[in-house]
């Protein structure tokens, strides 16, 4: 297979233009693709802007211009692959939208190339089909913002060939990361959410529940904050994210895994007004003048507690392991820790399924929500020995 020198991302938002930095940064050629120039404009500004923060701090081996001058901007895919090595989707998560680009990209790009997605939930396999070269497109799962989260999933669609597949592990070894040293997995079934996005994804039943909670009783997103711990609290991680990804992931996953992923109130009332978070400056907090920072004299929501997050974390971990979307405990805790900078939930210190099934239950008993439930994995505790 030739050696990958030209990257394409499309989607030249948050996580494609972050993509496309970190390609820069390793001497690749980059098109950062979109469908109008200021949005290819406002991608091309932010790699300019972090190159030259990196340029200013001596961590370039060459001018921040001079890696600038390999970044080109398009807004015509069909033209922008005709050299592709690789092309990394990073648009819109709507399923008719990737396979429109994926349609477009095939018939274009030179029959070596890779075509990659990265979406946070969706199947690579349904992807494909619009293609054909069911063979080359695989998924790559990068985590947000990409320059300092250390995680990238290397995906099998059920038609990916391991050589697309090491490829992409190759490529991505080789991406650098601000923040340490990246960690790729490989995820060895094409299921919803992949590892890290699959194993918190029910933590946002929850969230829903508690948002909708708060909203009903009048409590303030910034005392609901207050009760998180960790690299981000709840509602600012939901903003930095996006409300309309978490909300078009929800709708996925209602309709994939079950319908108690359903987007809640709050979520839904906050993406139908348009408050995505971070990008549009508004979502549960203001963004306008920067990332919120935590306001103690909200005081405390007292309602979001860690245990539940530690049970449904560790169960949906355990089905993971029984579909097979990997093999190994330590995996899924080395990708939370890659992915999110959350410490691993499957190691030594929560290995009490009883105590977790408890706490299930009670989730089950406050929420409604029969997703809880304990899986055989968990019960067996038999993924102990799954390392
Ligand atoms: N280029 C160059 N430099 C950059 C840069 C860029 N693009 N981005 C940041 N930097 C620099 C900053 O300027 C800063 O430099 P300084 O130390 O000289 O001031 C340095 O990098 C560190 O930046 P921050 O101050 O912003 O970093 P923090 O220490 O505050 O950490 C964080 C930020 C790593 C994002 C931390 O808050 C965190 O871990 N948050 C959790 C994020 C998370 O969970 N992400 C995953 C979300 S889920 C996902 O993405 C999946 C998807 O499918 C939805």
């Known amino acids: 297979m030739v050696d990958i020198k030209n990257v394409v991302v499309v989607g030249a938002g948050q996580m494609g233009n972050g993509i496309g930095q970190v390609s820069l940064m390793v001497g690749l050629n980059v098109t950062l693709v979109d469908i109008k120039d200021e949005f290819v404009d406002a991608g091309y500004a932010n790699i300019d802007e972090g190159m030259k923060k990196l340029e200013a701090k001596g961590a370039l081996s060459e001018s921040a211009d001079d890696i600038m001058a390999r ?22 998560e709507n399923m008719d939208v990737k396979k429109q680009v994926f ?3 095939d018939e274009n790009a030179p029959a070596h190339c890779i075509i990659a997605s990265n979406t946070s939930t969706m199947s690579i396999t ?43 592990m190759e ?15 490989k995820v060895l079934k094409d299921r919803p959410g992949f590892i ?10 929850y969230n829903n529940y508690v948002f909708d909670l708060c909203a009903e009783k009048g409590i303030s997103w910034k005392a609901l904050d207050n009760d998180t711990r960790g690299p981000m609290p709840t509602c600012v991680l939901a903003d930095y994210v996006g409300i309309d990804t978490l909300y078009h992931g929800q709708v996925y996953y209602s309709k994939t895994l079950s ?23 508004q979502g549960f907090h203001d963004w306008s003048q920067g990332r919120p920072k935590p306001d103690r004299s909200a005081g405390k929501a007292r309602i979001m507690k860690l245990k539940y997050s530690i049970a449904i974390m560790l169960n949906e971990g355990c089905r993971v392991l029984e579909e097979g979307v990997t093999t190994s405990w330590e995996v899924i805790d080395q990708v939370l820790m890659a992915g999110m900078n959350m410490p691993g939930i499957m190691g030594p210190n929560v290995n009490n399924s009883a105590k977790q099934v408890e706490v299930l239950n009670e989730l089950i008993e406050m929420t409604g929500k029969k997703y809880f439930t304990p899986c055989d994995l968990l019960k067996s505790e038999k993924w102990v020995e799954m390392k």
């Open 259 to 281: 319908p108690d992923f359903a987007p809640g109130k709050v979520v839904s009332q906050l993406f139908n007004e348009g408050k995505l978070g971070k990008k549009t400056g």
């Open 126 to 168: 349904e992807m494909a089909t619009a293609t054909n070269r069911p063979d080359k497109c695989i998924g790559m799962h990068f985590f947000n913002p990409v320059p300092l989260m250390r995680l990238i999933e290397v995906i099998y669609g059920e038609k990916s060939s391991d050589e697309s597949i090491e490829k992409a």
């Open 196 to 205: 890290c996005n699959r194993v918190t994804a029910p933590v946002q039943i």
């Open 103 to 105: 349609k477009t990209c």
């Open 171 to 185: 490529f991505a070894n080789k991406l650098p990361c601000l923040k340490g040293k990246r960690y790729i997995a």
């Open 71 to 92: 970044c080109k901007k398009s807004t015509d895919l069909a033209s922008a692959v005709k050299d592709a090595d690789i092309i990394i989707e990073a648009v819109v």
